[in-house]
């Protein structure tokens, strides 16, 4: 079975804080993605990383950067956190580039911006 | 801009019933349309999904139809139970390949 974990479940920052959100996926997948989950607005794409060290944004980067240093890690980036960042962090990772495939899901991360 | 509209928002339904979420797009370039399925707690995972070749697909009690002139797509789930309630999500890609665009989810409850 395909694994994607998260580093935490719930996280609590303080306003301006840089804030780390990390994924692991045990599959050797290739692609993987950062959404965050709002009520009524569905899962929305922050950034994906096609590659180690390949990135591409997302339809709402702003406020967020990300790192792939190793093919199963995936890390989202808060440079200084903001109230309105406040939300579910969902990751997902594919095994390759193609059409209509199964994304696969981590348990998210809840984050509060106070 | 939603590109994915999804409703209702929430949805109760008695055990047994048909609960019914519909789905609309916009882009004529999105030809693969899976449902997420999400419980408390957890990640979503993938339910059914359909192409634009098939007006219909069924998976148990669970049935996509696809109406490509309408723009629109839905699920059914027959005789509901109350271990379907979870959160529904569908989505919708195109040739940008991986890439999902989801609709805002519906909350469904059934009821025992």
């Known amino acids: 079975d395909v694994k994607v974990t998260q580093s935490s479940r719930y996280l609590v920052k303080r306003t301006g804080e840089k804030v780390f959100l990390e994924c692991v996926q045990d599959m050797d997948h290739e692609n993987m993605f950062w959404y965050r989950q709002d009520p009524g607005l569905g899962l929305r794409l922050i950034y994906f990383s096609y590659d180690v060290k390949m990135k591409e944004k997302g339809d709402i980067p702003e406020g967020y950067s990300v790192s792939r240093e190793k093919k199963e890690r995936f890390s989202l980036i808060l440079e200084s956190a903001s109230t309105n960042q406040t939300s579910m962090y969902l990751c997902a990772s594919i095994p390759q580039t193609g059409r209509g495939q199964t994304q696969y899901f981590g348990p998210g991360t809840r984050l509060l911006v106070l | 801009q939603q590109q994915v509209k999804q409703s209702p928002q929430s949805l109760i339904v008695q055990k047994g019933g048909i609960s019914i979420i519909n789905c609309a797009y916009e882009?004529?370039?999105?030809?693969?349309f899976p449902w997420y399925q999400q419980f408390p707690g957890k990640g979503p995972a993938l339910l059914i999904a359909i192409r634009p070749d098939v007006s219909e697909k069924k998976e148990g009690r669970f049935t996509i139809s696809f109406n490509k002139s309408a723009k629109q797509f839905s699920l059914h789930i027959m005789d509901s139970q109350p271990g379907d309630s979870a959160t529904y999500f569908c989505?919708?890609?195109?040739?940008?390949?991986?890439?999902?665009?989801f609709g805002g989810g519906t909350r469904l409850m059934v009821k025992p």
């Open positions: 989505a919708a890609s195109g040739n940008a390949g991986n890439m999902l665009t």
């Open positions: 882009n004529t370039a999105f030809d693969y």
